[in-house]
């Protein structure tokens, strides 16, 4: 499969808890992106970090990336009823454009 | 700015006909890229626009084409409809090309249903 792996497929918590989610990609990388999609929506950019960035915040958001392991995790901390959606990784490698499977989180109010 | 518009929303049609999807970018951006997301196969990408020419493709047969104008507004097209080419079509526009494609900024999509 040309997509890149996350884990996990679905997470479901409590509010204000934190969720970690992580992708895994197969080639080496010019960047990577995190996207969040409510219900078959479209996609809302969250951050892009560079294959020459270990980590990256924003807002309640933070992503690493660890390009000896080809994976990247997204954190959301204090997590929101409204922060239930899908979230995907982006690849970027040469011209190759890749999403992984996504995670869907689930917050409980 | 005004955001990626995609249309129509919603589109039904019946096995061996043919849909044409239209996409505006943001005013400014150049690029404009294309993916088909299913539950089965997830977000797939099937190719990138940057100044009228086609950049980069996805592994799509040729039943899938695009294009793009001038005022950098975008087409795709699917000819001979299959049961399987049911999906929501998202567009997605940015400044670069490419590698240097940065971030891209989605449409609401486009979801055909094939009967």
């Known amino acids: 499969s040309q997509q890149g792996e996350e884990d996990p497929q679905a997470l479901s918590i409590q509010e204000g808890e934190n969720a970690t989610m992580n992708c895994s990609y197969k080639?080496?990388?010019?960047?990577l992106q995190w996207y969040r999609q409510n219900s078959g929506r479209g996609l809302v950019h969250l951050i892009l970090?560079?294959?020459?960035?270990r980590e990256k915040h924003s807002g309640r958001l933070r992503v690493t990336l660890d390009t000896s392991k080809k994976s990247s995790s997204l954190l959301i901390t204090a997590s929101r009823a409204a922060d239930t959606a899908s979230y995907f990784c982006?690849?970027?490698?040469?011209?190759?454009?890749?999403f992984g499977e996504g995670t869907q989180l689930t917050v409980n109010p | 700015k005004a955001g990626v518009t995609q249309t129509p929303r919603y589109l039904i049609k019946t096995r061996g006909q043919q849909v044409t999807l239209s996409c505006s970018p943001i005013s400014g951006h150049r690029s404009v890229s294309w993916y088909q997301q299913t539950p089965g196969q997830g977000l797939q990408f099937l190719f990138e626009?940057?100044?009228?020419?086609?950049?980069n493709k996805g592994n799509f047969p040729g039943r899938f084409s695009g294009r793009q104008f001038s005022n950098s507004r975008s087409e795709m097209n699917v000819s001979t409809l299959e049961l399987g080419d049911s999906a929501l079509y998202l567009c997605?526009?940015?400044?670069?090309?490419?590698?240097?494609?940065?971030?891209?900024?989605f449409g609401p999509g486009t979801r055909l249903l094939v009967l």
């Open positions: 997605a526009s940015s400044p670069g090309q490419g590698v240097h494609l940065g971030t891209q900024y």
């Open positions: 982006q690849e970027t490698s040469g011209s190759r454009l890749t």
């Open positions: 080639t080496s990388i010019n960047n």
């Open positions: 970090i560079r294959s020459n960035e």
């Open positions: 626009y940057f100044s009228e020419t086609q950049r």
